[in-house]
């Protein structure tokens, strides 16, 4: 039945499968020229007032986002159809963003291939705990997770330790290819610093690109958090999942306004991207528009995505997220047993 369904989607889903290089590069000219031109007028704005810089470089923070959505296409091989054309544009995109394309292009592909599937989670997602593994785990491990997730651990530290460990190093058992690519990654983001710190100085470009890389960071953070993390979202046993309620039940359609849909790259149709990752990002929307099923995927909205800060842990048998205050009284419980 899962895959009959899947068939049917499927179907209907693969006219907008097709990446169109018209449509790819006028992304690309639509996004990297204009973050160019904001990173240099908040170079020019530090000499009238830093209260000048700050919103200039915030918004070519959210330019940075819609960089990492061109970098997240040519990961599945959606953006170009001309393979060694899609890597190259991936590749720089990924110094860009600091991201290396070959190591995060596994590690998100393994996302796709297991996202709510509780028996294969830590690979590619944001840490999750079900109560019975919290309300078991031993003191020291529930202080972990309750520092992980901490907003401002999550959302403030967490943009720091993404870019300069996790995305610098890589896995012991990484391939050569993947191993090539992040050392090339990390030497040209070295070269590109160096010589932009030796182009405006070191505290301008400290100023600048700090401030671009942890509100880009944090954002880009909260859209993969919230996309996933909401009340109902669908998370079963490996026994009971299923691909594509994984996809429509346990992504969201995140509703965004406009100019911040126009930023994200359509992300917030990620229950559509789920489904089908070969989608184009500029597709996404027409995909939705043009298909019901998917249009009963959750919507969630700006005012009410921050109810999922809330959201700590998965209750297997509620379904459901909770709070660390909900199940307070089982740990309480557990204490007296032992």
């Not at 292009?105 to 593994?133: F, P």
Request: net charge positive.
């Amino acid at each position: 039945m899962a895959n009959a369904k899947l068939m049917e989607l499927k179907k209907k889903i693969k006219p907008f499968e097709d990446a169109d290089a018209q449509a790819s590069t006028k992304q690309l000219l639509n996004t990297l020229p204009p973050f160019l031109i904001l990173w240099t007028l908040a170079y020019f704005s530090l000499s009238l007032s830093v209260w000048l810089t700050v919103p200039l470089a915030i918004v070519a923070a959210g330019f940075v986002i819609r960089i990492f959505i061109i970098f997240h296409d040519c990961c599945h091989g959606s953006f170009y159809k001309n393979r060694k054309l899609n890597n190259t544009v991936g590749t720089i995109t990924g110094i860009l963003t600091m991201f290396p394309f070959e190591k995060w292009k596994r590690e998100h592909a393994i996302h796709h291939a297991t996202s709510s599937n509780l028996n294969k989670r830590g690979t590619g997602d944001v840490w999750i705990m079900t109560v019975e593994e919290y309300v078991k785990s031993s003191p020291f491990k529930r202080l972990q997770y309750r520092l992980y997730r901490n907003p401002l651990v999550m959302f403030g530290f967490g943009p720091i330790y993404m870019f300069f460990i996790t995305n610098r190093m890589n896995r012991k058992d990484a391939k050569k290819k993947e191993r090539k690519n992040t050392y090339l990654t990390n030497i040209a983001i070295v070269a590109l610093s160096l010589a932009m710190i030796w182009l405006v100085g070191l505290p301008a470009f400290a100023i600048i690109q700090g401030i671009i890389l942890f509100v880009s960071g944090s954002l880009g953070i909260w859209l993969f958090y919230v996309q996933h993390q909401f009340e109902d979202s669908y998370f079963e046993d490996e026994s009971e999942w299923d691909y594509v309620q994984a996809a429509i039940d346990g992504s969201s359609y995140y509703k965004l306004p406009r100019v911040l849909q126009w930023l994200t790259g359509n992300i917030g149709y990620h229950h559509v991207h789920h489904l089908s990752p070969k989608v184009p990002n500029y597709n996404l929307e027409q995909v939705h528009e043009k298909t019901p099923p998917l249009q009963d995927a959750t919507t969630i909205t700006l005012k009410t995505s921050l109810k999922s800060i809330r959201f700590r842990l998965y209750d297997e048998n509620k379904k459901t997220f909770v709070s660390f205050k909900a199940i307070r009284h089982l740990i309480k419980d557990r204490q007296a047993i032992q």
